[in-house]
Structures are given as C-alpha cells and as structure tokens.
Nanobody
Framework: QVQLVESGGGLVQPGGSLRLSCAAS????????VGWFRRAPGKEREMVAG????????YYADSVKGRFTISRDNAKSTVYLRMNSLTPEDTAVYYC????????????????WGQGTQVTVSS
C-alpha cells in the first residue's frame, strides 16, 4: 500500500509560481511511476505531467509544456510539480497518483491517489 499526500497549493496571482509536493509513504515508492492530474471546475480530470520510477519524464500536457516541470527525489519519496507563469486556466484541484506499473494518462489505471491540493490563480 502507498499513501500519497499533496501540499503546496494556494492562491497565486497570474504569472506567479508554485511548487507542489507529493510525499509518499508505504511500499517502495522509488520504482513507481507518478502522475500529476488536475480537475478544474466543470471539467474532466486531466493528466498534466508524468514521471517514471527511473526519473525519466514521460509526459507533459500541451497546455503546460514549457511552464511546468515534474521531478522526483526518491531519497525523500517525494515528487514535485514546479508551476511557472500560472494563468487563471490553471486553477484546479491538483492530485498526484502512483501505480506500481502503469504510467499512462488514464486516471482509472492508477491505484494510489492523494487527497488533492487546491491551486487558485487570480488577481
């Protein structure tokens, strides 16, 4: 079993930055692919970034390429999402998800989820 806890969300002005953290406990997390997802009001959940257990980035959504950076520190069992140049369209609840094998974009394939952290971009 893997437990995930997100942190780092908050209110930020357009153009600002935030760094989200996804701290894991439980089984050998370092081998697990991890994805960051978000759900905006009235929209479906979407994957924004993914990283493999080998620290290779596997995915960025077109809407965040060049602005968001996913990384992980396996010594700390933590995956990060650095978000720059934020816009109101980035407002959403952000979730991290992990799975022992799956690293694709289908949310239902991930076995472990955090509780989410709210990101609000507004002036």
């Amino acid at each position: 079993q893997v437990q995930l806890v997100e942190s780092g969300g908050g209110l930020v002005q357009p153009g600002g930055s935030l760094r989200l953290s996804c701290a894991a406990s439980g089984r050998t997390f370092s081998n697990y692919p991890v994805g960051w997802f978000r759900r905006a009001p009235g929209k479906e959940r979407e994957m924004v970034a993914g990283i493999g257990g080998n620290n290779i980035v596997t995915y960025y959504a077109d809407s965040v390429k060049g602005r968001f950076t996913i990384s992980r520190d396996n010594a700390k069992s933590t995956v990060y999402l650095r978000m720059n140049s934020l816009t109101p369209e980035d407002t959403a609840v952000y979730y991290c998800a992990a799975d022992y094998a799956y690293s694709g974009r289908s949310a239902i394939q991930y076995n472990y989820w955090g509780q989410g952290t709210q990101v609000t971009v507004s002036s």
